[in-house]
């Protein structure tokens, strides 16, 4: 009997997919746990100025264009399936694909980033469309304008592919492991224990500093590292402090207060 082999660039194409809905999901289970949100549902159903169904659509429509690219791209590039059977495994080459990809990843998303807000007409047209979500949620994290989508998660993640030189194997891997960070970044919650957080000064506290009016023109980076925030001066410093009507707000420090 024959079995059914599932091609690495097929799961390279579709896993990152699954792994969104997946991921988000558990946070909309956990969304109800008021003391870990860092603004309250209440505030998520008046401040956000799109409906969920419509970010729904967004997504899905961003998650086509980018499942299209990337098999136009595994194509393009051929599949390395024998050339991977012939490379010895190493753990040492896997990490340097990993951690190039992740700066590649970074350096791109930043600097498009920072661009679509500083340019009026791309903020206005594009990139504006992403901050209707004031206050973030997990599903909502590749809610995007289509143009920016292209550009900043499909041009990027194929630009840290190439230049990685990472296998399609390794992309399944890679890719969900930013979707999931992406998606971390934008649940709303501070969760004791979430690794994401131990590990990576950019999460979920740190994006959502961003969304909020007075730190649209900080804390660009994403979705891994802050390193560019802070060479470039964007780096807007914060604090979680309690809200008097229960969970968690991040907070500028006081030097950013008075400005």
Known sequence: MMGFAVSDELLGTVAPIVVYWLY????VALSSLESYRLHSKVEEEEKNLVSKSSVVKGVLLQQLV????AILLFTVTGSDAEADKAR???LLVLARQFVTAMVILD???YFMHRYMHHNKFLYK????QHHRLIVPYAYGALYNHPVEGLILDTIGG???FLISGM?????IFFFSFATIKTVDDHCGLWLPGNLFHMVFKNNSAYHDVH?????SKYNFSQPFFVMWDRILGTYMPYSLEKREDGGLEARPTKEFKDD
């Open 24 to 27: 988000s999901g558990i946070y």
């Open 66 to 69: 980018q499942a299209v690219v």
């Open 88 to 90: 010895q495994f190493s």
């Open 107 to 109: 350096t791109w998303q």
């Open 125 to 128: 047209h594009i990139h504006s």
């Open 158 to 160: 194929a630009l840290s």
């Open 167 to 171: 296998s399609p194997r390794t992309s």
């Open 211 to 215: 969304h909020q009016l007075y730190g």
